[in-house]
């Protein structure tokens, strides 16, 4: 049975007093300043242009940014509270995290948009809306901003667009494998599915993107879009290309996708990205283009690098165990991804990626087709195991999911040969 949507968005805003909080909230801030934090993915930027439009319509004055780290500081809060005094402060897309409560000593009203896990237990100064807590569920940042604007009436067929690609790139739906979250659901089938199924026609003609991991030759419209905003981005890992031409040299990635797409405009049916990005404003087409195609030509060499250099470390009837070892390479983990369903070939596959990056920090990627090994579980050990040894706990943290988790070991804090041992240690001993 279908639900509507609208019963869906009713039901959110009953069963969630946080929601029903921010309802309120926004109702009192008319000419008021607010201030807008979101990650500098695709889904923090979508969530900020539904966001922006929803607060314009309400006649707030609302200023966002995009900051390159994931974790708000306090030091941002004091610099903004300096700045513009706001009336109110939104953190969206980065995080459910206790500090965050500290924050409503600086400033009056902090209210909190999430879909991740929750660190830490206090968030009672905070106004909080995160669907996954207490149990997690699987959905997106912009659909929460979605849904917050949908309860007043203020979404159309152009949000409906910009929301699906933020639910796209943060892994809520995947069309072409029938695979759509149970909270996108009511949104997909209503927003849609009625208006937008060509988007996700089956493409053979195109190129397949860093979305279709499972399909070696196909993709659909959705994807490519999908793809060229992770590429405007920067992905949310800041893939930033200001270096690699003059023109792009003063361009502030998440910003300049911001506000390319801030402004709406007609979704006419499309047959290719160059059409697409023919509907965007003339002065931005240029930029939009020159970073897609560094986009593209970066997955290219890092893909030939994951073919000459990925190594088959291990294979066993279960599982087989790839290694990848490189410096200062770009796009690694979603490029990973992709050659894993390449390289695995019938079987289960794991498949652990270690960069070392230009300021020396260590990155390590792990991603598998299986849960057989819980890469969450290994990636949080390897920093706690490293963390061990250390006074200052704040430079190695890791973790994730079972199928896909990172680590970062900020630059050397701990030798290259430590982080190799722990790993593969934990790798070998594994259900030991
Ligand atoms: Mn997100």
């Known amino acids: 049975m279908n639900k509507k949507y609208i019963n869906f968005v009713q039901e959110q805003k009953t069963s969630n007093v946080g929601l029903q909080k921010i309802a309120n909230l926004l109702l009192s801030l008319k000419d008021k300043q607010i201030v807008t934090f979101c990650h500098d993915d695709p889904d923090g930027v979508t969530s900020g242009i539904i966001f922006k439009r929803l607060t314009e319509k309400l006649g707030i004055k609302n200023i966002l940014f995009f900051p390159y780290s994931f974790v708000l500081s306090k030091q941002e809060v004091l610099e903004i509270k300096e700045k513009y005094s706001p009336e109110a402060l939104f953190i969206i897309d980065k995080g459910t995290i206790q500090d965050y409560d500290y924050f409503a000593e600086i400033i009056k009203n902090v209210v909190v948009i999430d879909h991740h896990p929750k660190i830490g237990e206090q968030f009672d100064k905070i106004i909080l809306y995160n669907p996954a807590i207490p149990n997690y569920v699987r959905t997106s940042g912009c659909l929460l901003v979605h849904i917050l604007s949908t309860l007043f009436n203020n979404t159309n067929k152009y949000d409906d667009f910009i929301c699906l690609i933020g639910m796209k790139c943060d892994w809520a739906i995947d069309l072409l494998n029938n695979d759509i979250a149970e909270f996108c659901l009511p949104f997909y089938e209503e927003r849609i599915k009625p208006y937008y199924l060509w988007l996700e026609e089956k493409r053979n003609d195109l190129k397949p993107t860093m979305f279709d991991i499972k399909n070696q030759n196909i993709t659909c419209l959705l994807n490519q879009i999908s793809e ?4 405007v981005t920067g992905g949310g890992f800041q893939y930033f290309y200001n270096s690699y031409n003059e023109k792009l040299k003063n361009i502030d990635q998440p910003k300049f996708c911001y506000e390319t797409f801030l ?3 007609e979704i006419k ?4 990205l160059n ?4 509907f965007l404003p003339q002065q931005n087409k240029e930029i939009i283009t020159l970073i897609y195609d560094l986009f ?3 997955w290219q060499k890092t893909e030939k690098q994951f073919d000459e250099q990925t190594i088959l470390s291990k294979e066993t009837n279960a599982i087989k165990i790839f290694l990848f070892f490189a410096k200062d390479i770009k796009l690694m983990p979603m490029v990973g991804s992709k050659k894993l369903y390449q390289y695995k070939n019938n079987k289960d596959a794991v498949i652990i990626m270690f960069n070392i990056e230009k300021d020396e920090s260590i990155h390590i990627s792990f991603r598998g087709t299986t849960d057989k090994i819980h890469l969450g579980k290994i990636a949080s050990s390897v920093a706690d195991k490293l963390n061990s040894k250390l006074q200052d706990k704040t430079k190695i943290s890791g973790g994730g999911h079972p199928f896909a988790a990172e680590c970062k070991i900020r630059n050397n804090s701990v ?18």
């Open 415 to 432: 030798d290259f040969l430590d982080v190799l041992y722990e790993t593969i240690n934990l790798l070998i001993n594994y259900n030991k």
């Open 228 to 231: 060229l905003f992770f590429a």
């Open 269 to 272: 049916k499309f047959n290719n």
């Open 263 to 265: 402004t709406e405009f």
């Open 275 to 278: 059409e697409f990005i023919n």
């Open 296 to 298: 593209l030509s970066d």
